[in-house]
C-alpha cells in the first residue's frame, strides 16, 4: 500500500511547521522534518514541489516570510508571520451564531457531521454571550443527504482528482458510467448537485448526488486538472438553475411542506376549490424529474394537480419504491 502524503496534508503540516519554528526552516530542514518532502525522488523534483507549495500557501493568504541569515546572504530560511497571520478575538452576536448553527445543519452524512458539530462547539466555547438567545429557533436546514458519494467528492474537488461513477440519467432512465472533474458541489433545492467536466461528452455536466449508483472511485493522479475557468463555471451553474421547466399546481397539506410555499407564485382563480381542505399552491420548477423527487420526500403531505407530467413522474417513484419491499415468490 502507498504511503504517499496527499498534497492538502503535505500543505498543513508545512504550515504547522513554519508557526512552530523558533526562527526559521530552510529548505533542507523542511525536506528532512516536514512529513510528504521525502517522497520527492531528487532535489529537482524536491525544489519544484516546495517552490509550487509556497506558491499555494501565499495564494491562500498565508503570510509566509522568506528569512535571510544576516552573516550568509544565501542562506534563506522561511516562517510564517504570526502577527498577520493571527486571527482577531472571535465575538459572534446570537444573530451570527444562530446562522452558522442553520448552516452546521446541512452536513447530515455521517463523515461531515461530526466535523461540523465540533466547529460549532468550539464557536460556541469562544463567544459565550452569543449564546443567550437563538434568532433561528424552529428553523431547519431541509437537504437530503448526499449518501456515501458526498465524502469522496468533496475529497476528489480538493484534490482536483478525475472520479468516475455509475449514473442513472434522469430524462431517459438509462445507467452508464461516467468519468467527471469535479469542479463544484451545490446544496440546491433539496438535494447535492455536482458541476463538472464531462470527459466522455467533453463538456460540462451537472449531477444529482441522489441519482449516483455504488461506489464513487478516484482516477490518475491529484491535480490532474486546472481550476476551471470562473466564468465557465458560471455557465454551468446557470444552465443547471434555469434549465426548461414550468409551473405545477400542488395540493398541500396545512402546515407542511414549507419550502414548496416559500417558492409558491400567487394562486388563480378556482384554485381553492380543486383540492378541499388543502392549500393549492403554484410552483415553478426546473426539471420534471426534480420537482417529482423533492414532492415524494413530502409523502401524503403533497399531492400533484397538474401537469400531467409530473404526476406520473411522482407515481412512477411511488411505484419503483413500493416494489424495494416485495419478494418476489420462489
Do not use: C
Not at 523542511?30 to 525522488?41: F, N, S
Not at 498565508?62 to 465575538?91: K, N, S
Not at 451570527?96 to 461531515?112: K, R, T
Not at 426539471?287 to 403533497?302: F, I, K, R
Amino acid at each position: 500500500m502507498s504511503t504517499t502524503i496527499p498534497p492538502d496534508e503535505r500543505l498543513l503540516d508545512l504550515v504547522i511547521a513554519l508557526v512552530n519554528t523558533s526562527t526559521r526552516l530552510t529548505k533542507e530542514q523542511v525536506r528532512r522534518t516536514v512529513a510528504g518532502y521525502a517522497d520527492a525522488p531528487t532535489p529537482d523534483a524536491f525544489e519544484r514541489m516546495f517552490e509550487r507549495d509556497k506558491d499555494t500557501l501565499r495564494e491562500l493568504g498565508v503570510p509566509l516570510v522568506t528569512v535571510t541569515d544576516a552573516g550568509h546572504g544565501d542562506d534563506i530560511g522561511y516562517r510564517i508571520d504570526l502577527e498577520a497571520y493571527a486571527l482577531p478575538p472571535i465575538d459572534l452576536t446570537p444573530a451570527e451564531l444562530g446562522v452558522l448553527s442553520l448552516a452546521a445543519q446541512l452536513w447530515q452524512d455521517a463523515s461531515l457531521r461530526v466535523d461540523s458539530a465540533r466547529a460549532l462547539t468550539k464557536l460556541r466555547a469562544v463567544a459565550p454571550s452569543a449564546q443567550s438567545s437563538d434568532l433561528v429557533a424552529g428553523l431547519a436546514a431541509r437537504v437530503r443527504a448526499g449518501g456515501a458519494a458526498l465524502a469522496p467528492l468533496v475529497d476528489a474537488l480538493h484534490q482536483r482528482r478525475a472520479v468516475r461513477f455509475t449514473y442513472r440519467a434522469a430524462t431517459t432512465g438509462e445507467v452508464r458510467e461516467r468519468h467527471v472533474e469535479p469542479w463544484r458541489l451545490m446544496a440546491r433545492r433539496g438535494g447535492w448537485v455536482l458541476i463538472g467536466h464531462d470527459r466522455d461528452r467533453g463538456a460540462a455536466r451537472s449531477f444529482r448526488l441522489s441519482r449516483i449508483e455504488g461506489p464513487v472511485r478516484a482516477l490518475g493522479p491529484v491535480e490532474a486538472f486546472d481550476p476551471p475557468d470562473p466564468a465557465l463555471l458560471a455557465q454551468a451553474e446557470q444552465a443547471w438553475s434555469t434549465g426548461r421547466g414550468g409551473v405545477a399546481v400542488l395540493a398541500l397539506a396545512p402546515e407542511r411542506a414549507e419550502a414548496l410555499r416559500a417558492r409558491a407564485l400567487p394562486a388563480e382563480p378556482g384554485d381553492l376549490q380543486a383540492a378541499p381542505g388543502r392549500d393549492v399552491v403554484r410552483v415553478p420548477f426546473r426539471a420534471t424529474w426534480e420537482l417529482a423527487e423533492e414532492v415524494v420526500g413530502y409523502g401524503p403531505a403533497v399531492l400533484v394537480l397538474s401537469p400531467p407530467q409530473v404526476r406520473s413522474a411522482v407515481l412512477a417513484l411511488l411505484t419503483r419504491a413500493a416494489a424495494l419491499g416485495q419478494v418476489p415468490r420462489g
